[in-house]
């Protein structure tokens, strides 16, 4: 129980695991290993399986090169290391050894690969991938070219965190936990609602209204290109971010939208024929008055301005309060 607790607490000290519950901490504590080091002892060498991190819990821990064994870094208690590797499904690079005496957590313990630690455990193997991504983007640039890498993990981390259950489509988060790094350039965001999205779900079913949403999702995927950034953002409400794109190519692109989902055939997903109505809101940036914090919620509201004017509108910021 000493061994347990000892490894709760040097999750719970560690940045990676800030603010989880401990019923989350036990299932990577219960799938942990917790080893004792002496000074000068590897813990790991270079072109070993990177296929665990590492917390230290007491001690020092310095990494060396491999060619001339100089000191490339150095960590202390509460601080993780060997992840890089980890994620990238890649060989550890360098030596790491303890530097003195020295407590360390590893996980996944010996001969458990990470998938099958978590079968049981979904809820909690979401929160750690969500948790290393936004490690992640935190680093540097070139620590955050590890997010476009295609390793298996760095996918099934994507696909965690940001990718809609439903559709397949990028999500919610995706576009709120990224808007600050398109707002380094220039882009227009379009979303748009169907007006009569709710009487399909009234007379057909929400089983069918899921359904609808996947299908126009896929219809969306295929007709826009592939310098627009789709999104599901909320309920039946969808997501185009394009870069570069300014207010006659904005409103073109609408347009095309708009005409292509009011003329889209459903009917072989609701066995009857249905036509959608489709108001779009959008928002161009750096062109708005609009607040950066704001950015996204006023356009998410810009859809049902235009429905309640009788649907079947396209909205830009400047007819928001006609």
């Not at 490690?135 to 696909?159: D, F, G, Y």
């Not at 709710?198 to 995927?221: M, P, Q, R, V, W």
């Not at 570069?244 to 459903?266: F, P, Y």
């Not at 235009?306 to 830009?316: D, Q």
Request: aromatic content about 8%; glycine content about 6%.
């Amino acid at each position: 129980m000493i061994r347990d607790r000892q490894k709760i607490e040097a999750l719970s000290n560690t940045p990676l695991f800030a603010g989880w519950d401990e019923v989350y901490l036990k299932d990577i504590a219960d799938n942990a290993g917790i080893d004792s080091y002496q000074k000068g002892d590897i813990i790991f060498k270079q072109d070993t399986k990177g296929d665990r991190f590492y917390i230290i819990v007491e001690g020092n821990v310095i990494i060396l090169s491999p060619e001339d064994k100089s000191v490339l870094a150095e960590f202390v208690a509460g601080e993780m290391f060997g992840e890089t590797a980890m994620l990238t499904q890649d060989e550890q690079k360098a030596i790491a050894s303890a530097n003195e005496d020295t407590i360390i957590l590893s996980f996944p313990k010996d001969g458990i690969p990470m998938e099958n630690v978590f079968k049981d455990n979904p809820v909690t193997y979401a929160q750690l991938l969500k948790s290393f991504l936004v490690m992640v983007s935190r680093r540097t640039r070139k620590a955050n070219s590890l997010i476009k890498e295609n390793s298996p993990i760095m996918q099934e981390l994507q696909k965690q965190v940001y990718g809609d259950k439903l559709t397949g489509l990028l999500n919610k988060a995706y576009l709120e936990e990224n808007i600050a790094e398109f707002m380094k350039s220039s882009f227009s965001l379009i979303m748009m609602k169907p007006d009569n999205f709710k009487a399909i779900n009234d007379t057909y079913g929400h089983e069918k209204g899921d359904a609808c949403l996947t299908f126009i999702g896929n219809h969306l995927s295929r007709f826009l290109d592939t310098d627009s950034v789709l999104m599901r953002y909320q309920g039946n409400e969808f997501a185009v971010l394009t870069p570069k794109l300014d207010r006659s190519g904005a409103a073109s692109l609408a347009e095309k939208i708009k005409a292509e989902l009011e003329n889209l055939d459903i009917s072989p997903v609701l066995n009857n024929p249905f036509k959608l109505s489709m108001s779009l809101g959008i928002l161009l940036y750096p062109d708005t008055k609009i607040e950066k914090a704001d950015f996204i919620k006023q356009c998410s509201e810009m859809p049902l301005i235009g429905r309640a004017r009788g649907g079947s509108k396209i909205l830009f910021e400047e007819d928001i309060n006609e």
